[in-house]
């Protein structure tokens, strides 16, 4: 976990101690849904529930917004809630804290709840990187970018380095964005959507390079790196890069006709593949342009993948996860309706449990990075 979050199990004195999580994760899942709503219905208009695309049904369902990290990190802006409850991963809770108001608190109802892809980019590899790069005489013309998936750390680097932060949904505007400012991107952590993004706006693939940041001088000749345009971290997200090409060519031929979307965090051979790539919010607008009768397999997330094939059954639209087996965020699964039902009781009980609170130096740089992704259409 990243050194720069403060995460807090705050227990206030007058209420005596919090209520044992131990307690909860020894019922059933059916048992929560009487004390999440009751406990929701209590906090009223104090607490907003933001919920990830990819969390479980039986949490997913109370959430007042779902969204991909674009869209609730915009509604975590602009919300006056004294409370955010964040069902997703540590990274968004981190965003959600940044970009919110003084005296806005944000939980993240299980603090295991991390990314492996965020975890493959450490602030101490980033600027050891930026030093080499430095020392090369690159940097005067290099623009940090990193996804929205990476620790507050590595925003408020980019931030405090002229650079910004994007989403799935608007990488391309902020590549183009940084296109104005520098001669080269340095794209944080993800090598997918850095390639992806980059092949779409016609940047030849030798002029993309990989950084690895476990080889020396990233793993690439310094004529390599002066010569590149774009700089692609070495990291990946374990769920999308489970989706190959072969998965597309199985679908297409046990069901002709098929269309195939992909997330851009999927590797470039399967989005070349693939009929059509976007952000989970841009697959759901896809799905539902889609024709009666139409039958879609999806790369991402399953239950994201699963909730539209119920939700557009009625439709006659018939939609599959583009990899049989399914592909599982295991970290996003980690909130459980206990670990809500547990966060929301000690809230009533006026006990703010697994607090997220980026540190005031890092929040300052990492809100300029963020607040540029805001701007960026
Ligand atoms: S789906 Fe991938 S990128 Fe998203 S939270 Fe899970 S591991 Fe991280």
Not at 53 to 61: G, T
Not at 294 to 323: C, P, Q, Y
Not at 338 to 362: C, F, P, S, T
Request: aromatic share 8%; charged share 25%.
């Amino acid at each position: 976990m990243n050194l720069v979050t403060e995460e807090l199990t705050a227990i206030s004195p007058e209420t005596g101690s919090e209520c044992s999580l131990e307690n909860y994760l020894a019922l059933p899942d059916h048992t929560m849904d009487k004390r999440i709503a009751d406990a929701r219905a209590r906090l009223g208009a104090t607490t907003l529930l933001l919920g990830h695309h990819y969390q479980r049904d039986e949490v997913i369902r109370f959430a007042d917004y779902t969204g991909d990290s674009y869209k609730l990190s915009k509604i975590a802006s602009e919300t006056d809630a004294k409370y955010i409850v964040f069902c997703g991963v540590h990274f968004m809770a981190e965003s959600a804290d940044v970009l919110g108001h003084d005296g806005q608190q944000v939980i993240l109802p299980d603090l295991n709840a991390g990314c492996s892809m965020a975890d493959m980019a450490e602030i101490s590899q980033v600027e050891a990187c930026w030093e080499e790069l430095e020392r090369m005489g690159l940097t005067a013309d290099t623009v940090p970018l990193t996804y929205m998936n990476s620790a507050a750390a590595i925003k408020a680097f980019c931030g405090e380095r002229g650079g910004l932060v994007c989403t799935s949904s608007n990488a391309r505007a902020a590549f183009a964005w940084a296109f104005a400012r520098g001669k080269r991107i340095l794209f944080l952590p993800d090598q997918h959507l850095g390639r992806n993004t980059g092949y779409a706006m016609q940047i030849p693939m030798e002029d993309m390079v990989v950084w690895d940041p476990w080889a020396l001088q990233g793993g690439q000749t310094a004529n390599r790196l002066a010569a590149s345009k774009i700089l692609l971290w070495k990291g990946h997200c374990s769920v999308h890069q489970r989706f190959l090409p072969s998965n597309v060519d199985d679908v297409r031929a046990k069901y002709p006709g098929i269309r195939v979307i992909v997330h851009p965090e999927c590797r470039w051979e399967v989005c070349q593949k693939a009929d059509a790539m976007g952000s989970t919010e841009q697959i759901i607008s896809f799905v539902e342009r889609a024709p009666e009768g139409a039958t879609i397999a999806i790369g991402t997330e399953i239950h994201l993948v699963n909730r539209l094939a119920r939700r557009f059954a009625a439709e006659g639209k018939r939609i599959i996860s583009l990899d049989d087996h399914g592909c599982l965020c295991t970290t996003m699964y980690r909130i459980s309706p206990q670990h809500l039902a547990w966060a929301l009781e000690n809230l009533v009980e006026g006990r703010v449990v697994n607090r997220i609170k980026v540190r005031a130096d890092v929040k300052q740089w990492a809100k300029v990075a963020l607040d540029r992704m805001l701007e960026v259409k």
